[in-house]
């Protein structure tokens, strides 16, 4: 039996018809993913019609395994809300009236109700932080230390949420020299130097700055606005 050559072009221009157009199903696929997976800008409506002047620092919620996270997270909040232009009380003032009160665990102090808050600190807005993942890690081939967290701010005079915003800060350090035994050797000893230099505290401070400023940049999706106290309030 023979084929002419006429025969075997339909089949095959349906063929390439069918793979053209399962390509441009990907590739739509592909570019709605890709959409949907684009931050959108956050809404700074809230914000701007709070208007707050005073943010309280609520304890951090540790979801991490170490016991110092909230610390390095506290020690870094104050200077970026301050340089923001806003007013914070005092984190060892809040921390002692927490403690006379009996209030010792993060947990319960960010579940006391808004009006209570603002009665006792007198404060605007509180913040609360969540400490997701901080210190350092081990993986195969490298040692990293890494801090991640996401806070939200609340009107106290309304209990409406006005601002969140999320952090993730790592410091990896691949050495590829000496084969695979030399990676993890190096991998072990980067663990135990990055324990002993605290550098997990210094890369919770930094993500704690990074969370809080007002500064645009690639670690900080949502600034936080500039407050009463800063010479830009009002032009972001």
């Excluded at 050559?5 to 993913?33: D, E, H, K, N, Q």
């Excluded at 009006?115 to 400490?131: E, P, V």
């Excluded at 609340?154 to 020299?177: A, F, P």
Aim: aromatic share 8%.
């Amino acid at each position: 039996m023979s084929f002419s050559s006429t025969s075997l072009v339909a089949p095959r221009r349906a063929i390439f018809a069918a793979r053209a157009a399962r390509c441009a199903l990907l590739v739509g696929a592909a570019l709605l993913l890709s959409a949907c997976a684009t931050r959108q800008p956050f809404d700074y409506t809230a914000f701007k019609a709070s208007r707050p002047r005073s943010i309280l620092v609520l304890p951090p919620v540790n979801q991490s395994p170490e016991v110092d996270a909230p610390l390095s997270f506290l020690s870094g909040a104050s200077v970026p809300l301050g340089e923001a232009g806003y007013y914070v009380i005092p984190i060892a003032l809040a921390a002692e009236t927490f403690k006379q009160n009996g209030v010792t665990v993060a947990d319960e102090a960010q579940n006391i109700p808004y009006a209570r808050l603002r009665k006792i600190f007198g404060a605007d807005a509180a913040l609360y932080i969540t400490i997701e993942r901080f210190g350092t890690s081990y993986r195969l081939i490298e040692s990293v230390v890494e801090a991640s967290a996401h806070a939200r701010l609340v009107d106290l005079r309304s209990g409406q949420e006005i601002w969140n915003n999320k952090v993730y800060l790592s410091t990896g350090q691949n050495n590829s020299g000496g084969g695979l035994i030399g990676m993890l050797v190096n991998a072990a000893i980067n663990q135990i130097t990055n324990t002993l230099s605290n550098k997990a505290h210094q890369v919770g401070r930094a993500a704690s700055y990074h969370l809080l400023s007002a500064r645009k940049g690639t670690s900080n999706a949502n600034p936080m606005l500039y407050g009463p106290y800063h010479a830009l309030v009002g032009t972001d």
